[in-house]
Nanobody, 123 residues
Framework: VQLQASGGGLVRPGGSLRLSCRAP????????LGWFRQAPGKGREFVAS????????FYADSAKGRFTIVRDASKNTLYLQMNGLRPDDTAVYYC?????????????????WGQGTQVTVSS
């Protein structure tokens, strides 16, 4: 499926951003959807995901309590609400999809990727 991420930008430490990922309608009934990020010089890192079946949400430890993943099938959009942003959240953020995916945090299990959106947290 084709994914299109948006919403990145420059924000001060402690600020908030909401990322959006547009996807086809069937992505919301057949695909586990997730967010990953990649900082310069580092590998792609799991942030959050939501399962295709029960819509359970999963978070990396670094995201728990600060980030919220939301799926809105009525708008064909997946969101990542990010609060309390820190400089180490700076990265390119990617939305991803895995058809009937049962692995929620492994990038290698996701086979559709959006183009990425840059998030920079700096004062």
């Amino acid at each position: 499926v084709q994914l299109q991420a948006s919403g990145g930008g420059l924000v001060r430490p402690g600020g908030s951003l909401r990322l959006s990922c547009r996807a086809p309608a069937r992505a919301f009934s057949e695909y586990t959807l997730g967010w990953f990020r990649q900082a310069p010089g580092k590998g792609r890192e799991f942030v959050a995901s939501i399962s295709w079946s029960l819509h359970n949400a999963f978070y990396a430890d670094s995201a728990k309590g600060r980030f919220t993943i939301v799926r809105d099938a009525s708008k064909n959009t997946l969101y990542l609400q990010m609060n309390g942003l820190r400089p180490d959240d700076t990265a390119v953020y990617y939305c991803a999809a895995a058809r009937y995916g049962t692995s929620y945090d492994s990038a290698s299990k996701f086979d559709s990727w959006g183009q990425g959106t840059q998030v920079t947290v700096s004062s």
